[in-house]
């Protein structure tokens, strides 16, 4: 795991990659608990036999599923320290590239694009890039923006 400790740290970092997630296995379990909780249950996403006769040959994961991974995936790849807190301040650009297949594995990566500061602080905006083994393109390509405060 990578620590950056300290805004000027985490500055110097900028323009360079934090880390690659382990893989993690999509599952139908959990695509049907994320159906539950957002009530976003279209058929794509929770039913396997419908699903085997779509173009994807069986159900996919939501968009916003594989995005949701993104702060999993971040705390086991990078730590900031000597920051009072942190929040999740949103996103930017959002694309998803390429279906997320059910049964298959996803990981992220993630590089460190700029450090601006503000009031009490920094905003740290990472590219995340979601890639499925074996797949040709990313699942899900995100900008996402952080602010971390000194005090």
Sequence with gaps: MLTLAGLDEVKAYVGRELGVSDWHLVTQEK??????VTGDDQWIHIDPERAKQSPFGGTI????????????FSYDMVKFEGFAFGVNYGLNRVRF???????????MRSKLVSVED???????TTELTFERE????????????????TG
């Design 31 to 36: 695509i049907d608990q994320f159906a539950e």
């Design 97 to 107: 590239p390429a279906p997320m297949p059910v049964g298959e594995k996803v990981r």
């Design 134 to 149: 074996g797949g040709e393109k990313p699942v899900c390509v995100a900008e996402s923006l952080s602010r971390v405060y």
């Design 118 to 124: 503000i009031p009490g602080g920094a905003q740290i």
């Design 61 to 72: 994961a939501h968009g916003y599923y594989t995005l949701s991974l993104a702060p999993r």
